[in-house]
């Protein structure tokens, strides 16, 4: 085994923008008790390969909340032109890659709030156990459901056969909950997934991705049921 692999640096990189269109002020707002953004950076402290994390924002407040509850998490200042909410994640991620070096870049998000520190370990392992053969790692959702085009047409089943959905083949939706990757495969595809990438499966009880407010709410309510418990 490398020396790169058998003890990498691995920077985690979680974007965390002030302004969001469909659930305004997500990342600070509170969920189970605690601002969104608390819940995925106390996860990824409990990550011991994990050297170093770092948030993107260009938020104050936030700035201001990971200095008195997470002081050892650098703060990476999103740049005016990065700011707008059509700007492609890659280019944010570019920009990012270039402020703190590392082996690798594991990049989440504050909207993965149920992501489990025994997950992302996991994932860890399961990719540095791969690389190079894999050169980067995405998060998916095993999916057992009847899919179809825009057009009606069914896409993964027989509409004849009329299988159980529990008896169909996988597919696999990217979750959006954690990717690992390389600076040099981000610039040279411009892309966090590489060409010969490692799906890792994710439990969709930790894959909800706050996306709407309908997602907060059930996220917000896992989380209590999981404290509880």
């Not at 996860?43 to 938020?59: F, M, N, P, R, W």
């Not at 027989?158 to 169909?168: G, I, K, M, S, V």
């Not at 894959?207 to 996220?219: G, H, K, S, V």
Request: charged residues 25%; proline residues 7%; hydrophobic residues 40%.
């Amino acid at each position: 085994m490398s020396a790169l692999v058998d003890k990498p640096r691995i920077v985690a990189l979680v974007p965390m923008r002030a302004q969001s269109e469909r659930v305004p002020g997500k990342n600070i707002r509170p969920l189970a008790g605690k601002p969104l953004f608390h819940h995925i950076i106390a996860t990824l402290q409990q990550c011991s390969e994990i050297a170093e994390i770092a948030v993107d924002t260009d938020s104050a407040e936030i700035r201001d909340g990971l200095a008195q509850n997470f002081p050892a998490v650098r703060v990476i200042d999103r740049p005016q032109h990065l700011r707008a909410g059509e700007i492609p994640m890659n280019e944010i991620l570019l920009h990012d890659t270039a402020q703190v070096a590392g082996d690798f870049y594991l990049q989440t998000h504050s909207t993965n709030p149920l992501l489990k520190a025994a997950t992302v370990r996991t994932a860890i392992a399961a990719f540095l156990g791969t690389y190079p053969g894999k050169d980067s790692l995405f998060g998916v959702t095993e999916l057992h459901t009847r899919l179809y085009d825009a057009e009606g047409k069914a896409l993964n089943h027989n509409p004849a056969e009329l299988l159980r959905t529990q008896d169909l083949p996988p597919v696999y939706e990217e979750n959006s909950c954690l990717y690992i990757f390389t600076s040099t495969n981000l610039k040279k595809r411009n892309h966090r997934i590489s060409e010969n990438p490692l799906m890792f499966p994710i439990s969709r009880d930790e894959a909800w991705d706050i996306d709407e407010e309908i997602d907060f709410q059930i996220a917000d309510f896992l989380m209590r049921q999981r404290i509880n418990s």
